[in-house]
Antibody, heavy 117, light 109 residues
């Protein structure tokens, strides 16, 4: 059974750094793209980017390029999303999801990130 | 890049059919077969309902169908049921990345 289990909710201050995780199981982690989707409070879904764990090839949405970093550690079947300096506008729910042919077939439960002074 | 355009809301009575549109450009919806649709209930993670324009994943009822014409894709829900009330999002491949629609809130009257 494919499962994606995300790290817990985070409360951070503006300017702090953060790395959230998504641990995959039930399939060959290296063989599928895995990505991240943002959902700001009361808003729609936004595609952030994806990574291919076998070679760490990444693709970012132009809206998120340079704003976040997506990485993966294939030795522990875990993908990451990180920020170097959080802003209040980064407050959102973040979902990781496995990608099939340019669609997400399995999703994590979501990680709520709250950035507030 | 702009989000794909969806109507903010749609509604229908139980048993009726409703169609949600998703309009893009020739650089996304019109240019590729990689259009998908997601259902999201409040407080839950999204679930894929349609991929590659019209394919249904295992377990998705055949009441859900997808199509595309030019730069506009459509999701049709037939035989509406109360549990179909949710937010629906379309996505399209746009050349190395994917773009989402703004979402449509489907209400079952």
């Amino acid at each position: 059974e494919v499962q994606l289990v995300q790290s817990g909710a985070e409360v951070k201050k503006p300017g702090e750094s953060l790395k959230i995780s998504c641990k995959a199981s039930g399939y060959s982690f290296s063989g599928y793209w895995i990505g991240w989707v943002r959902q700001m409070p009361g808003k729609g879904l936004e595609w952030m980017g994806i990574i291919f764990p076998a070679d760490s090839n990444t693709r970012y949405s132009p809206s998120f390029q340079g704003q976040v970093t997506i990485s993966a550690d294939k030795s522990i079947s875990t993908a990451y999303l990180q920020w170097s300096s959080l802003k209040a506008s980064d407050t959102a729910m973040f979902y990781c999801a496995r990608m099939g042919d340019w669609y997400f077939d399995y999703w994590g439960q979501g990680t709520l990130v709250t950035v507030s002074s | 890049q702009s989000a794909l355009t969806q109507p903010p809301s749609a509604s229908g009575s139980p048993g009726q059919s409703v169609t949600i549109s998703c309009t893009g450009t020739s650089s996304d919806v019109g240019g590729y077969k990689y259009v998908s649709w997601y259902q999201q209930h409040p407080g839950k993670a999204p679930k894929v309902m349609i991929y590659e324009v019209s394919k249904r994943p295992s377990g998705v009822p055949d009441r859900f169908s997808g199509s595309k014409s030019g730069n506009t894709a459509s999701l049709t829900v037939s035989g509406l049921q109360a549990e179909d009330e949710a937010d629906y999002y379309c996505t399209s491949y746009a050349g190395s990345f994917v773009v989402f629609g703004g979402g449509t809130k489907l209400t079952v009257l």
